[in-house]
């Protein structure tokens, strides 16, 4: 069975540069988590999705991120205007039940 | 809401000797799942036990864990600690919402 993809892995940016994450989950997942995890941190939850809908995304910075999940599949979330506090990996969950398995995460450096 | 306090920072133990890291949690969900996840220098987090049974032991690669409700407790041990346990460990919650609270994570770090 294929884990949870993400690309890219990693990402160099600029202050005010744009990024989009992309996520595939374990197939037949109903619900995917999106983290930010700075280092030497846990995991924070930013927003999770069960099939297309957004459950929560309290902990989701609206002003310059967004997430979506159109089909209630794949996954991408966005950073609109990069900064510098926003360097972190960022990794994709998914579960059925109660167990969620992390993918890769993707490297983000905000320079 | 959901919250997890754990053993956090650097744990530093020799080869053989035993492995605890505490971890307390607070839900107002009768019901909760407890997990310990572990993640290794630069991978992702892998789930390595879990529980939502009060007080039945759960064990997985040598790594045990008991939840005791009437504590709010979800210890991690190990008889023996070896060279490849180290790692980061953290301790996670999923009461309300069907999502993950961390606590703030232990960095084991085992020497010969």
């Known amino acids: 069975e294929a884990g949870v993809t993400q690309s890219p892995r990693y990402a160099v940016l600029q202050e005010g540069q744009a990024v989009s994450f992309w996520c595939d989950p374990i197939s037949g997942h109903d619900t995917l988590y999106w983290y930010q995890q700075p280092r030497d941190q846990g995991p924070q939850l930013l927003v999770y999705?069960?099939?297309?809908?957004?459950?929560?995304n309290s902990q989701l910075p609206s002003d310059r991120f967004s997430a979506v999940r159109p089909k209630g599949t794949n996954s991408t979330l966005k950073i609109q205007s990069a900064k510098q506090g926003d360097t972190a990996t960022y990794l994709c969950a998914s579960s059925l039940w109660y167990e969620q398995y992390f993918g890769p995460g993707t490297r983000l450096t905000v320079l | 809401g959901d919250s997890v306090t754990q053993t956090e920072g650097l744990v530093t133990l020799t080869e053989g000797l035993p492995v605890m890291l505490n971890c307390t949690y607070q839900?107002?969900?009768?019901?909760?799942?407890l997990f310990w996840y572990v993640q290794h220098l630069n991978e992702s987090p892998r789930l390595l036990l879990k529980?939502?049974?009060?007080?039945k032991r759960t064990e997985h690669q040598g790594f045990h864990a008991t939840l005791h409700k009437s504590s709010s407790s979800f210890h991690l041990q190990k008889s023996s600690a070896q060279l490849s346990d180290s790692a980061l460990y953290y301790c996670?919650?999923?009461?309300?919402?069907?999502?993950?609270?961390f606590g703030k994570g232990a960095k084991l770090t085992v020497s010969p």
């Open positions: 839900t107002i969900y009768s019901n909760p799942f």
């Open positions: 529980s939502f049974t009060d007080n």
């Open positions: 996670a919650l999923e009461g309300t919402g069907s999502k993950l609270s």
């Open positions: 999705f069960r099939d297309e809908a957004v459950i929560d």
